[in-house]
């Protein structure tokens, strides 16, 4: 019978390698091998989403039958990232279903002519009649996190912005954020909590969404920020979410002089007809209106915070740009501090650079900054879409 050691290597994030290992039984030598080979079979379904389990199997070959030869290791995160792919994000405060999977192993051999499957082995097994599950989450640890874990690395922070500086917001604008576990997710609360693994997790992380109505320095969900007066507002500050790298809902708002853009394609194409003296071939255009792009800076930025830009709000695959509704603002008025559904909508962008970005001077100054561009994922006027 197949052992499933378990997970050998790994963090609840999905977006990280997830290694589980397993030792196939040995044939015995005086006995005809044609072949041998182990399958690996995970069962994974997205919680409060899938009806059903979703099956992905994994298969590696036995060379010989020594200890080493037999031992063999899976990557299955892919198989938790198809399930994950399901869940749909959206630009609001949301609760993330956590993935509830269990691994099944077997062998499969031709041994003395006649083939035959192993007995199936269940991990974490069962208790009872009742199937036992792990969980894992949305998002992932990058290769810098991994390298200063031991090989495994549990999930509690939700967030990676830095706290040499505050974030500066104005009063008015949303701020969007998902507190961090703190061990009270469970009754009683954990002593020295250090984060939740696979088999611990208890629910998945809850985003929050809350209006900044009052001036000055304070902390919410655990970012410094400092919010300045509504006499700050501008028409050229930008209020941003995004889903980070952990997979979870996060805000930022930039005050910059915006360069907007826009591009005309065409198609050309020649109408076929009689050429002479007096009549001639006509060319005629099909024109695609392409999506707006404007050309942004985060402002001045600290060290730490430029690397947040950089690595994390610029790299987000999830990302939606608040735009004001003209109408709902008295006299065709731009009003981007009040980001609320009823004064305009938050439509999808993505965010890439032009160029590369300096991360240090040599010549002693500190303070850096982002140019980065956005990109409607909307093709049309921006100006006029939420005003017809």
């Known amino acids: 019978m197949t052992t499933i050691n378990g997970i050998t290597s790994g963090s609840p994030l999905i977006g990280s390698p997830i290694i589980v290992e397993v030792i196939a039984a040995e044939v015995a030598a005086v006995d005809t091998l044609a072949y041998h080979r182990v399958v690996v079979q995970v069962v994974a379904a997205l919680e409060g989403v899938d009806l059903d389990y979703t099956t992905q199997q994994f298969y590696a070959t036995i060379g010989d039958e020594s200890l080493a030869g037999r031992t063999k290791q899976f990557d299955i995160s892919s198989a938790l990232q198809t399930v994950a792919d399901k869940y749909e994000y959206t630009c609001n405060a949301a609760t993330y279903p956590r993935i509830k999977f269990r691994i099944v192993a077997w062998e499969e051999l031709m041994v003395n002519g006649v083939p035959s499957s192993g007995a199936e082995t269940d991990y974490p097994g069962k208790v009872g009649q009742e199937y036992q599950y792990l969980f894992a989450l949305q998002g992932a640890y990058s290769k810098a996190d991994r390298r200063a874990s031991n090989g495994y690395k549990k999930v509690m922070a939700f967030s990676r912005k830095p706290t040499s500086s505050p974030q500066i917001v104005v009063v008015g604008e949303t701020f969007a954020y998902t507190p961090a576990f703190d061990g009270t997710e469970v009754t009683p609360a954990k002593v020295d909590f250090s984060g939740y693994a696979f088999d611990d997790l208890p629910c998945g992380p809850t985003s929050e969404v809350v209006?900044?109505?009052?001036?000055?320095?304070?902390?919410?969900?655990?970012?410094?920020?400092?919010?300045?007066?509504?006499?700050?507002?501008?028409?050229?500050?930008?209020?941003?979410?995004?889903?980070?790298?952990?997979?979870?809902?996060?805000?930022?708002?930039?005050?910059?002089?915006?360069?907007?853009?826009?591009?005309?394609?065409?198609?050309?194409?020649?109408?076929a007809m009689y050429d002479s003296f007096e009549s001639f071939v006509r060319a005629f255009y099909r024109k695609h209106d392409g999506a707006e792009k404007i050309k942004l800076s985060s402002g001045a930025?600290?060290?730490?915070?430029?690397?947040?830009?950089?690595?994390?709000?610029?790299?987000?695959?999830?990302?939606?740009?608040?735009?004001?509704?003209?109408?709902?603002?008295?006299?065709?008025?731009?009003?981007?501090?009040?980001?609320?559904?009823?004064?305009?909508?938050?439509?999808?962008?993505?965010?890439?650079?032009?160029?590369?970005?300096?991360?240090?001077?040599e010549d002693g100054t500190d303070i850096m900054e982002v140019a980065f561009v956005v990109e409607f994922d909307d093709e049309g006027s921006t100006d006029s879409y939420l005003r017809v």
């Open 301 to 361: 930025l600290d060290r730490h915070w430029q690397q947040w830009f950089l690595h994390e709000f610029c790299m987000a695959r999830d990302v939606w740009m608040f735009v004001p509704d003209e109408k709902a603002n008295a006299l065709g008025s731009i009003d981007t501090t009040v980001s609320s559904e009823s004064n305009g909508d938050w439509l999808p962008v993505h965010i890439t650079t032009e160029e590369s970005v300096v991360l240090t001077k």
């Open 211 to 271: 209006t900044i109505d009052t001036a000055g320095l304070q902390a919410i969900g655990g970012v410094p920020v400092f919010a300045m007066s509504a006499d700050y507002a501008s028409p050229h500050r930008r209020e941003f979410r995004f889903i980070n790298s952990l997979g979870v809902l996060e805000s930022i708002s930039v005050y910059s002089l915006a360069e907007v853009s826009g591009q005309l394609e065409y198609t050309a194409f020649s109408k």
